[in-house]
């Protein structure tokens, strides 16, 4: 009996695609445990609260950390997803040789309308399983901020978060590491991002 079985990437082979040019920005590609996912496109809601987000975290951190915007990060488990926001240590500079790694990450954040199922449980245990601490998800639809750390392991080898607090969008809530910067989510729900 034939059994037919995807082909999976290992992070070198997907960058090895990259520099051949057979996978461009255009493409909207991540690698997520060997395989190529095609990423939904963002639409305006989505957009304005990255560009709100990205604006007050820069504000607020300045210089103390990297603020990375729709960028790879590079995970052990064979992928190399593109989150909406990363908070990482260090200086830009320090991401030249490679993208940041877990350790080197203080806060991924997906911005979530039509993603939601998706961030919720595929990206979830994704970074769980990386080691990722602190994972956000600004939920559009539900206009809440769903803040998931201390990821673990179950009985069942799978891999999630032990907390997961909600913060609703008339709240401030502390950026993790840095209990002095609150981000005041009402920003973060433009009226318009109401569908």
Sequence with gaps: MNV????????????????????TEANHIELIRGELIQMTAKGTPHTVCSSILCRQLDRL???????????????PNQSEPEPDVVIARGRDEDY???????????LVIEISDKTID????IKLSLYAEAGIYDYWI???PARQLERHSQPYQN??????Y?????SLSNQSVAIPGFEDALLDL???FPESANE
Excluded: C, M, W
């Design 138 to 140: 600004v939920n559009l």
């Design 155 to 160: 009985a069942q080898s799978k891999f999630s």
């Design 96 to 106: 030249l040789a490679h993208h940041p790694y877990p350790e080197d990450i203080l």
């Design 61 to 75: 951190l300045g210089d103390r950390v990297v603020i990375r915007g729709q960028d790879p990060i590079t995970l």
């Design 186 to 188: 009402n920003r973060l």
């Design 162 to 166: 032990l907390s997961k607090q909600i």
């Design 4 to 23: 037919v079985t995807p082909k999976r990437f290992t992070i070198a082979e997907y960058h090895r695609l990259i520099e051949l040019g057979f996978l």
């Design 118 to 121: 998706y961030d919720q449980t």
